[in-house]
């Protein structure tokens, strides 16, 4: 069954024209990041700021900083944060394992969960995610925050991921 927001499917409504230019503006060249700016989760997180040390089909390792605004008073994550950081990941890890050429499909979110073992501190911490299984119109994400650079594990999410039919 197809995600549904307010009785209608998902991608009902989205110009692609639209979604295309917004793409291309935070979209970089540069193997090393993820993401530029104009992304508006992604400006919130700094992401243009991450650094990409893996990249492959279906997996990302990144080098991330811990921003002031997602601080808690200790100066670690704010755990509600975490959601964020794991739903923009996940997407991310899916969409390098399709081709750039490939028709591009509206992924929502099915299921997300975080576990914490350690708080995250900064400034730098890690994070590696990989799709552990694909089938049909879903993926499965595993995603990890580590410490930086010995790759402690501090919390693992995982996600489900859709793809929303047009």
Not at 4 to 27: C, F, H, M, N, V
Not at 118 to 144: A, C, D, K, N
Request: aromatic share 8%; charged share 30%; hydrophobic share 40%.
């Amino acid at each position: 069954m197809a995600a549904k927001e307010g009785g209608g499917d998902l991608a009902a409504g989205i110009d692609p024209e639209t979604l295309e230019k917004a793409i291309r503006s935070w979209q970089v060249d540069d193997p090393r990041r993820l993401l530029g700016r104009g992304h508006p989760v992604g400006d919130f997180l700094e992401a243009d700021r991450w650094e990409v040390l893996e990249r492959a089909p279906g997996r990302l390792l990144l080098r991330c900083e811990l921003p002031e605004q997602v601080r808690n008073l200790r100066g670690e994550l704010f755990g509600g944060f975490a959601p964020t950081y794991v739903d923009l990941v996940a997407l991310h890890t899916v969409r390098e394992g399709i081709p750039p050429d490939a028709p591009r499909t509206p992924l929502v979110t099915a299921d997300l969960r975080v576990d914490f073992f350690e708080p995250i501190r900064g400034p730098w911490f890690r994070i590696r995610s990989e799709v552990l299984h694909r089938g049909g119109r879903t993926w499965h994400v595993q995603t990890r925050f580590l410490s930086d650079p010995d790759e402690e594990l501090l919390a693992q999410a995982l996600t489900t991921l859709l793809a929303v039919r047009g």
